[in-house]
């Protein structure tokens, strides 16, 4: 499955964006998905993640309350949501697929779990 992240834009703190994954060559209803972003010096981090129905969510403490992923598996897109936007969560911001994590389980946090990566695109909130 190739992905293909877009969305990203500059945004003043407190203001919101929309990104999207939009995923070709297979349906993405048989995998897990999820956000991912890495800020300039630093490790690449779990933003989000939702199961293959989209009952399931997980969240970094750092974005509840104000993040929401989504998933349209008939548009084979899956969304993240981003409301009250802070300078911390200026990041590059990647989606991952992938057709193995159990719905319930801690791997949905693990990068390296990932089979499948967009090429990222960029959010800067500015203070």
């Known amino acids: 499955v190739q992905l293909q992240a877009s969305g990203g834009g500059l945004v003043q703190a407190g203001g919101s964006l929309r990104l999207s994954c939009a995923a070709s060559g297979r349906t993405i209803s048989g995998y897990v998905m999820a956000w991912f972003r890495q800020a300039p010096g630093k490790e690449r981090e779990f933003v989000a993640g939702i199961s293959r129905s989209g009952h399931i969510t997980y969240y970094v403490d750092s974005v509840k309350g104000r993040f929401t992923i989504s998933r349209d598996n008939a548009k084979n897109t899956v969304y993240l949501q981003m409301n009250s936007l802070k300078p911390e969560d200026t990041a590059v911001y990647y989606c991952?697929?992938?057709?193995?994590?159990?719905?319930?389980?801690?791997?949905?946090?693990?990068?390296?779990?990932?089979?499948?990566w967009g090429q990222g695109t960029l959010v800067t909130v500015s203070s």
């Open positions: 991952a697929a992938d057709l193995s994590i159990a719905s319930y389980s801690s791997n949905y946090y693990r990068p390296d779990m990932y089979d499948y």
